[in-house]
């Protein structure tokens, strides 16, 4: 019980520092990419970039509109806040250790229906999104929070589509089982990580993970030049920044998804051929994982730069009539080859 | 579009692959408040009223600058020397006020090569920033060099000028 509270405040205090460095590496991947230097003159480099903004979110000024509802308003960032930080639960971060005897596991929970738990929980963001532009009671607000639901609630088919070819594969809807069925892939047993068996699956649930994630070029609940900022333009202060906050959030649970589910999580290449005690792997796992997860990172803001924003149609029509065909196609392909290879 | 153009993908990894070739190229940012962007000689910067060897204004409200501004940013007043201030203006006129307004400026340096004196150059500084409009109209307590800190211009004189000054006959060259 104590381990697990330690493992809980642990793995909230990394996803919320790694939430908060995402904004500096997000600010310097762009510089970088854009020939710029990027923050550098809070800290050597800027590292303390992100403490100067969140000292600035706190001193800004807070308004609540009058008009609005203020419970709904304030609960807006909240569920956003919460349902960000709440998905981590289930991600397995490490095998086990084993101290005294005692074998203990860095998954939080091994809920058996640990997929359904991820997608349900991103689900409930939404209502995050949808109360925020609501009850700011600003119609570029509505119209931003509904292109966003819009969004997500269509891309979320296309991702749940993706997953279902994985799970028959896998057999399983536990991320924990789904990380160990990936273990030791290239070396002995010849195991490979998922994305060498699902590719398409793994593209359209990338392309879905950007779209839940609101990021570029699926950013359109914030798009400047028509909807002013978004289904956030009320809010300021603190409330705006935890919106922003759980935005990177989702990004490094997305990351963490996705490398649990298709790049073999805390797997790593002949990691049962290096001949060392169970621990020490189990770290190296995690550390493996967890570079997996900033390439993935990495890899949100790279497109960021990259690909410009998408227009509302063609976002529908990418979802609707390309994504959701190709991965209900890819259920297809997947069942026919198990078929044919058992 | 064929086929692989509506695939989207290929043309996203092409565009992939060329910002990351940005983020090893070498970032092309000055960092200003430690260093500074070298300026041309020739630059443009904030306007300067010279003064002559023996530090009176050598500008003799003539109106020249005025007439040949084309962002008319350039007003002056003309006043007569009194008994006494010889050391003061060099001639027997002088401007009483002399004023551009920085935000009209264009910075195109007619008012220079209009000066018969020698007297307006543009020099290597440049305009501070403010928040109000008020403070960019520069009076003569900004443009007149001091006596005590020249602002050297010799970069700026062209060759033209530069024969010009030799031409000694010429009552200000003397």
């Known amino acids: ?195 060498l068996y699902q590719p398409v699956g793994f593209i359209i649930f990338l392309i879905c993970a950007f779209a839940e994630c609101n990021r570029t070029p699926f950013d359109l609940p914030e798009c400047e030049t028509e909807l002013v900022g978004g289904y956030h333009t009320e809010y300021s202060s603190m409330k705006l920044g935890f919106y922003l906050f759980a935005e990177y959030i989702n990004m490094f649970i997305s990351s963490a998804v996705i490398a649990t589910l298709y790049f073999g999580g805390y797997n790593f290449p002949f990691m049962n051929n290096l001949g060392l005690d169970h621990n020490t792997i189990t770290i190296i796992g995690s550390l493996i994982l967890f570079g997996k997860i900033f390439f993935f990172i990495f890899f949100f803001m790279w497109i960021r730069w990259t690909v410009p924003r998408f227009r509302y149609d063609q976002l529908m029509n990418l979802g609707w009539k390309i994504l959701i065909p190709l991965s209900v196609a890819n259920i297809f392909a997947t069942g026919l080859v198990m078929i044919l290879t058992k | 579009m064929t086929f692989m153009e509506r695939m989207y993908l290929p043309a996203i990894l092409g565009g992939v692959v060329i910002t990351i070739k940005h983020l090893f190229r070498k970032s092309a940012t000055i960092r200003y408040p430690e260093k500074e962007r070298e300026i041309s000689d020739i630059w443009r910067g904030q306007h300067v009223l010279k003064r002559d060897e023996k530090g009176a204004e050598r500008c003799t409200a003539c109106g020249l600058c005025a007439v040949a501004c084309p962002a008319e940013a350039i007003t002056m007043v003309a006043a007569e020397r009194n008994k006494g201030e010889e050391n003061l203006y060099r001639e027997e006129k002088y401007a009483s006020t ?77």
């Open chain 1, 1 to 195: 019980m104590l381990y697990y509270t330690i493992l809980c405040g642990g793995i909230f205090t990394i996803t919320l520092t790694i939430a908060a460095y995402s904004t500096y590496a997000e600010r310097k991947v762009a510089a970088f990419l854009q020939d710029r230097i990027g923050p550098d003159r809070a800290g050597p480099f800027g590292i303390l970039q992100p403490l100067a903004d969140g000292l600035k979110f706190f001193m800004k000024e807070e308004i609540i509109p009058n008009v609005s509802n203020k419970f709904l308003f304030i609960a807006g960032p909240c569920i956003a806040m919460l349902t960000a930080l709440m998905a981590g639960v289930v991600i397995p971060w490490g095998g086990t250790l084993e101290y005294d005897g005692v074998i203990y596991s860095l998954q939080i929970a091994d809920l058996n229906i640990g997929i359904l738990y991820v997608f349900g929980i991103v689900s409930i963001g939404v209502y995050g999104i949808m109360i925020g532009g609501w009850s700011s009671n600003n119609k570029f607000s509505l119209l931003g929070a509904i292109r966003a639901s819009a969004q997500m609630i269509s891309y979320e088919i296309a991702m749940g589509f993706s997953i279902i070819a994985m799970i028959m594969m896998t057999g399983t809807l536990s991320l924990g089982e789904i990380s160990a069925q990936q273990a030791g892939g290239m070396g002995g047993d010849w195991n490979f990580w998922n994305v």
């Open chain 2, 98 to 174: 002399y004023e551009i307004n920085m935000l009209r400026c264009i910075f195109c340096g007619l008012c220079e090569e209009a000066c018969p004196k020698e007297a307006i150059f543009l020099t290597d500084r440049i305009i501070p920033t403010d928040y109000g409009r008020e403070s960019f109209v520069f009076g003569k307590d900004k443009l007149v060099e001091p006596v005590n800190a020249r602002i050297d211009v010799t970069k700026r004189q062209t060759p033209a000028v530069l024969e010009f000054k030799t031409h000694k006959k010429l009552s200000h060259n003397k």
